[in-house]
């Protein structure tokens, strides 16, 4: 796998037909308009598309539309897709719950994680990333609403998770991603929370510049709070069926 840039087209300067290309016009659109609203400049956000169970020819579509990132959930599924899309120039990233027996492959095969929440998954991050890649890119996942079931560290173990990342050369941390709750409070008040956990990190670490928040329900407040990325899976694909 080549190294990849970050530096991709456009994604609005692409022409658009048929049903996937107008929901993608459509997300593009919802972020250009939550931007002017929150007087942000537009390239300040990035789409991530989420790619879970849908295929090979559905990122390639998406691909050739001009979007470069897709994130997985799941590692055998990502495994094939990967495999089967090894010609394509595409950054991917892994944002499904880390379990430390799939590490391994995971820092084998993607250029970003997204849901690093604990020491043990960083300390096999850095030992298995394979040493003619570069380093891995790498969010903390905090667990801001406190859901027992969920991925995450919790706030107040932000601080030792980001020293032990920091001191690894084969990790790049970039910043931070969350998932809130879907029903327990407003999602604002936690998009703020983590506004805040984010510019904390920010002014203790120059290369930090990344904020993964928001999906297809919710980029608007997430942009409003200050996310530089948002992960939506749902409008950009239509509904899942599996
Ligand atoms: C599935 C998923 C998304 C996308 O959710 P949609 O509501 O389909 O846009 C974003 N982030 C994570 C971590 C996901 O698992």
């Not at 300040?44 to 598309?49: E, G, K, N, P, T």
């Not at 990190?201 to 409003?224: F, N, R, V, W, Y």
Request: proline share 5%; hydrophobic share 40%.
């Amino acid at each position: 796998m080549s190294d990849k840039t970050e530096n991709r087209e456009p994604v609005d300067k692409l022409p658009v037909t048929g049903p996937l290309a107008k929901r993608l016009e459509q997300v593009q659109q919802r972020m250009n308009r939550a931007c002017r609203q929150a007087q942000r400049a537009v390239s300040s956000v990035r789409l991530l598309a989420v790619s879970k169970t849908r295929s090979s020819d559905e990122i390639r579509a998406l691909r050739a539309m001009g979007v470069g990132a897709f994130g997985e959930n799941y590692l055998a599924e990502a495994e094939r897709k990967l495999h089967q899309l090894s010609q394509q120039d595409i950054e991917w990233h892994f944002i499904g719950p880390m379990q430390s027996n799939k590490t391994k492959a995971i820092a084998a095969l993607f250029d970003w994680v997204q849901s690093v929440d604990r020491e043990k998954i960083v300390r096999r991050l850095a030992d298995q990333r394979p040493a003619q890649r570069p380093a891995l890119q790498v969010l903390i996942q905090v667990n801001i609403d406190r859901e027992p079931q969920k991925s995450g560290c919790l706030p107040e173990q932000l601080d030792a998770l980001v020293d032990s990342i920091v001191q690894r050369k084969e990790l790049n941390l970039r910043g931070l991603m969350a998932i809130p709750a879907a029903a327990s409070r407003d999602s604002t008040a936690s998009f703020e929370e983590m506004a805040a956990l984010f510019e904390s990190l920010k002014q203790q670490h120059a290369q930090i510049d990344t904020l993964s928040l928001g999906m297809s329900s919710d980029l608007e407040p997430a942009i409003e709070a200050g996310s530089t990325m948002i992960r939506i899976g749902t409008d950009l694909f239509g509904p899942r069926t599996t």
